[in-house]
């Protein structure tokens, strides 16, 4: 089965520093990746996601890079705020077999980000 | 948008008792619906994937005769703990997504999840 592998655990970053996440995952068949930030206590919100068909996505502050060959993805945020300070859980899955729609996702162990003012 | 919605948000229940909770889709229909389940500072862990109008397929490890999932229409999941144990303690989260002709790209909705005390 698909396993993901998420580092670092712990990242520590000034504010207006850049913060990059890195995720690997093991099956190549896999062509959904989201990224999730969980404030405590609360459901993960999805924040950006990117398909197998494209190797770049950006939205505002953040990014997301999707290697296929090397089978790892990477989620950026530049000029990190306080705001930011958060666990964010990297996820991969596999197709679903009908419709289209997505099947589980396999997480992360997660990266708790800390933004210092 | 897409909103699942999941009840109850919190639970305390004694040792040796049943919980149950409820998972929806409100607007859309979802064949298939995930329980996952959260330690404190751990991941969330893919516990079982529930299928409507079969049985659900669990991940190694997870009890199914305790772990009950009954996914009875398009739109509701229930996961029942039995006899609970302290150790079930966790923060338990479903998610969807849409399924059917127009799903493609559709991605998982979560719902706010449930924190299960067991004293």
């Known amino acids: 089965g698909e396993n993901v592998e998420q580092h670092p655990s712990t990242l520590s970053v000034q504010e207006g520093d850049s913060a990059v996440i890195k995720c690997t995952y093991s099956?190549?068949?896999?062509?959904?990746f989201p990224w999730y930030k969980q404030e405590l206590g609360k459901r993960p919100q999805l924040i950006i996601d990117?398909?197998?068909?494209?190797g770049e996505k950006k939205d505002q502050r953040i990014a997301v890079t999707l290697n296929k060959t090397a089978k790892h993805f990477s989620l950026h945020i530049t000029e990190t705020q306080p705001e930011d300070s958060a666990v964010y859980f990297c996820?991969?899955?596999?197709?679903?077999?009908?419709?289209?729609?997505?099947?589980?996702?396999?997480f992360g162990k997660g990266t708790k980000l800390s933004v210092k003012p | 948008g897409a909103v699942v919605s999941q009840h109850p948000s919190w639970v305390i229940c004694k040792s040796g008792t049943s919980v149950k909770i409820e998972c929806r889709s409100l607007?859309?229909?979802?064949?298939?619906m995930f329980w996952y389940r959260q330690f404190p500072k751990q991941s969330l862990m893919l516990m079982a994937t529930?299928?409507?109008?079969?049985?659900?397929?669990?991940e190694q490890g997870v009890e199914k005769d305790k772990f009950l999932i009954n996914h009875a229409s398009l739109t509701l999941s229930t996961l029942t703990v039995t006899s609970a144990h302290p150790e079930d303690s966790s923060f338990y989260i479903c998610?969807?997504?849409?399924?059917?002709?127009?799903?493609?790209?559709?991605?998982?909705?979560f719902g706010n999840g449930t924190r299960l005390t067991v004293t």
């Open positions: 099956d190549s068949a896999s062509n959904y």
């Open positions: 607007d859309f229909q979802a064949t298939t």
């Open positions: 998610s969807a997504s849409r399924t059917g002709p127009s799903s493609y790209n559709s991605p998982l909705h």
């Open positions: 996820a991969a899955s596999l197709p679903m077999n009908y419709g289209g729609s997505q099947g589980n996702l396999i």
């Open positions: 529930s299928n409507e109008g079969s049985k659900a397929t669990y």
């Open positions: 990117i398909r197998s068909n494209v």
